[in-house]
């Protein structure tokens, strides 16, 4: 080995459990490792022959460190918590999918039901995950109609609206014993679990009575309460024979991507299958093993696990102390061919695609070479969500390795007084934003992208100065036809880039723009928005959401040819709009 200094690190190393880290010659970390024998895994990176994707790391290395763990399941911990605090650029990231939702049940106290979509509180019992969000919250409603559970919050003297229409048993105002409190929840885990048949047929009985003493409203309700049940046991469909709770786990492998699948049943129920594709960097099974790791730091163990691989089911008996099943013949073989069947074949479809459209690591050193900067593995894109009110809301979204992670998107009121200032609005969210990541030591971008022209850049600009910020800066721009076109640098150059690029860079303006424009639909969901379209004649909610996904903001569509406009809305429309927009501008003192 030429480096001396990586020769001397390597000789002093421990030969014991624990966690590597690669730095490049910024001291930035680029990939995070685990070993049995910290000596012996390091040292194979520098005297052994490596993949060209593994060397082109090695070669970037400048040093490493490691930690002394007391286990190889302490180490496993340890490198997950690393990977997922510093997202280097060689280590591969499950996607973040802003998590599927879970029915959580509180274990003690007042039985509660609700909606949750991280399981890390243990005060809940989980079931789940599941990918039709709008099937959990149907199952909740259907839950607290016909289970005594809580309802309302706090004490009261007086009995509750639950109270009265008989939904509750009193929570709020009377002291309820926990040994009835405990049937209730018993019963609701046991509906949960699709063992539950009397609930359904009592309620067949109330309906049947009812429409014999003809209660007919009473009786349509019963109905609809039957119906629900009949409708949610219908839609689970039961594979397993035995009713337990598992999660089958398959991988695959073409060329250089990999791709896993994970299938949840619980109570033998399938409820879940989560596919997703990486590139291909280090060993195989540890980067599975990595990724496996990833997935249960967000959701739940299951009772069972189950793979095809007995090196991996090692692995994971020692890393989790649960059953893992190595099926050779069987339901279990039956489900696990299904599960890699589907693996292969989103894995094949997910390589036409990227085919098509070029990776996210050509993009990524292609803005680098572009720019002349480092490879940018983090990048943070801004976007504001006017929706032409004045409640306006900023977006700060978050691409690691040249993929969406949702864990890290941020959103901003903005203040009154910047709502109809496009440039106020960005210097309010980025100062906000990144005033906060240096007050809490997190990892900034390599890469911040401003949605907008040279003046939305220079505001991006300004605020890095003031903060003392240490990366790179551009801002995208749109063509007449609002589609992106080129980018601008620091110098405020307006760079032409190749069609992949334009495409990547694009995909991240499209990820960004929808996560404003959706941020800013719940917010007035709840009662907030108040909008200067408001009061047009002939501009309904309709014409208000084509303006709203034609032109971002209410400064882009001040600018809107009248001719084009009209070509959207009636002409009379347009020009109310118009002028009703040109004098929010006068006495607003410009926008």
């Known amino acids: 080995m030429k480096n001396k200094k990586l020769q001397f690190l390597i000789d002093h190393l421990p030969s014991d459990p624990g966690v590597y880290l690669m730095l490049d010659s910024h001291g930035r970390i680029i990939y995070i490792g685990k070993a049995k ?101 149907q199952i909740v409603d259907l839950i607290n109609k016909i289970f005594m559970t809580r309802k309302c919050k706090g004490k009261s003297k007086d009995p509750c609206f639950y109270f009265h229409l008989g939904q509750c048993p009193g929570y709020c105002f009377k002291d309820i014993s926990d040994l009835e409190k405990d049937k209730v929840r018993s019963d609701i885990l046991t509906f949960l679990n699709g063992k539950d048949k009397d609930t359904l047929k009592r309620y067949e009985t109330k309906m049947k009575l009812a429409s014999a003493e003809l209660d007919f409203e009473k009786a349509r309700d019963y109905k609809e309460i039957v119906d629900a049940i009949l409708h949610i046991y219908s839609s689970q469909n039961i594979e397993l024979k035995n009713k337990v709770d598992l999660d089958v786990i398959a991988f695959t492998q073409i060329n250089d991507y990999i791709g896993l699948n994970i299938v949840s049943y619980r109570a033998g129920v399938l409820l879940n299958e989560q596919f997703d594709a990486f590139p291909s960097f280090s060993d195989l099974h ?89 490879y940018p593995s983090h990048i943070d894109f801004v976007d504001i969500a006017h929706l032409f009110g004045s409640n306006a809301q900023g977006v700060v979204i978050t691409y690691i390795n040249g993929r969406p992670f949702k864990k890290l998107y941020r959103k901003y009121n903005i203040e009154n007084e910047n709502s109809f200032d496009d440039y106020a609005s960005i210097k309010e969210v980025l100062t ?58 620091e110098e405020g150059d307006e760079i032409s880039v190749n069609k992949n690029l334009l495409t990547f860079l694009a995909a991240i303006q499209n990820e960004g723009h929808r996560y404003a424009i959706t941020s800013h639909r719940a917010k007035r969901g709840k009662g907030t928005y108040t909008s200067a379209l408001d009061g047009i004649k002939g501009l309904g909610k309709k014409r208000k959401m084509l303006l709203l996904n034609t032109y971002k903001s209410i400064d882009v569509l001040k600018s809107v040819p009248l001719t084009e406009l009209s070509q959207l809305i009636p002409r009379e429309v347009a020009e109310a709009l118009l002028t009703k927009l040109n004098r929010v501008d006068d006495t607003e003192g410009g926008v």
Do not use: C, W
């Open 432 to 489: 906000r934003h990144y005033k906060r990541k240096l007050s809490e030591g997190k990892h900034l971008p390599d890469l911040l992208i401003v949605d907008g022209g040279k003046g939305q850049l220079g505001v991006a600009l300004s605020v890095k100065d003031e903060l003392n910020l240490d990366f790179n800066i551009i801002s995208l721009v749109k063509d007449d036809k609002h589609t992106t076109k080129a980018l601008i640098n």
């Open 286 to 374: 540890e980067q599975i093993i990595n990724l496996i790791g990833q997935y249960y730091t967000k959701n739940p163990l299951p009772t069972k696990l189950m793979v095809g691989n007995s090196f991996i089911a090692e692995a994971l008996t020692l890393y989790y102390d649960k059953e893992v099943i190595v099926p050779s013949r069987g339901q279990n073989l039956e489900i696990l061919n299904r599960a890699y069947q589907n693996a292969t074949s989103a894995l094949q479809k997910h390589l036409l695609y990227h085919q098509a459209l070029g990776t996210e690591n050509e993009s990524l050193t292609a803005l680098s070479e572009t720019l002349g900067i480092k």
């Open 37 to 137: 024998d910290l000596k012996n895994r390091v040292s194979q990176y520098f005297t052994r022959p490596q993949p060209p994707k593994v060397a082109a790391m090695v070669k970037r290395t400048a040093k490493f460190e490691t930690i002394v763990t007391n286990s190889e399941k302490e180490a496993f911990i340890l490198e997950l918590k690393l990977i997922q605090t510093h997202y280097p650029r060689y280590n591969i990231m499950l996607k973040d999918d802003s998590h599927y939702p879970y029915i959580a049940l509180t274990k003690k106290g007042d039985p509660v039901v609700s909606i949750k979509r991280k399981t890390s509180d243990d005060k809940y019992i989980y079931f789940g995950p599941f990918p039709a969000s709008q099937k959990a919250y």
